[in-house]
């Protein structure tokens, strides 16, 4: 089964495709040249996700699939959260950092927001990965605040995973789809 995945980026078609790869499902990626659609301000991440699909979904009339991630700081009540795209544009990672410095182990977490909407409905799926904030950087794979997060159930940063292991770690939420699309379609 192959669906559209709402996005231009071909490193998250990627690590989305790897959580599904047990599904037989596909995601393909927008054609280059795809219009994006506004995303609302929001302080719920599920309320972003769902507008941008009803959006794609208004635009394309087919079904597809759209993600919204975000990185919760638990000392900072959640700061980034949803408006970590604006963060990493602004104050970047050296500036989350700083936020945090006088914080003796500060904690976050990562969520990802999936929605599923075709012709009948969405389907939101969420999931977690927990961990702490390093006040240096490490690894070499991966990009804004990857460097920085040590996920508590490996104690490696996500810079310093492979593919299939932030795939193995993150990736619950794409499990979830996948077993639910894999269910709806039997």
């Known amino acids: 089964m192959n669906v559209l995945y709402a996005t231009t980026n071909e490193y998250k078609?990627?690590?989305?495709?790897?959580?599904?790869?047990?599904?037989?499902?596909?995601?393909d990626k927008l054609p280059a040249g795809s219009p994006d659609v506004p995303?609302?301000?929001?302080?719920?991440?599920?309320?972003?996700?769902?507008?941008k699909a009803l959006k794609y979904y208004e635009l394309l009339k087919e079904p597809l699939i759209v993600m919204d991630f975000g990185f919760f700081i638990d000392d900072l009540k959640g700061f980034p959260g949803v408006?970590?795209?604006?963060?990493?544009e602004t104050i970047g990672t050296e500036g989350m950092?700083?936020?945090?410095q006088s914080f003796d182990n500060p904690t976050a977490y990562t969520q990802r927001t999936i929605v599923y909407i075709d012709g009948s409905g969405y389907k939101a799926f969420s999931s977690r990965c927990t961990g702490v904030i390093l006040k240096e950087p490490r690894g070499t794979h991966g990009r804004d605040y990857d460097f920085i997060f040590q996920l508590d159930t490996t104690g490696k940063?996500?810079?310093?995973?492979?593919?299939?292991?932030?795939?193995?770690e993150s990736?619950?939420?794409?499990?979830?789809?996948?077993?639910?699309?894999?269910?709806?379609?039997?």
Do not use: C, P
Not at 13 to 27: G, P, S, W
Not at 39 to 51: K, R
Not at 97 to 100: G, K, N, S, T
């Open 13 to 27: 078609v990627l690590a989305a495709n790897l959580a599904l790869k047990d599904f037989e499902i596909t995601l």
């Open 39 to 51: 995303e609302i301000q929001a302080n719920s991440q599920t309320d972003v996700a769902i507008d």
């Open 83 to 88: 408006y970590t795209k604006h963060a990493n």
């Open 97 to 100: 950092v700083a936020l945090v």
């Open 157 to 168: 940063t996500l810079a310093e995973m492979t593919d299939e292991e932030r795939a193995a």
């Open 171 to 186: 990736g619950e939420a794409w499990r979830e789809l996948g077993r639910w699309l894999a269910a709806r379609n039997n």
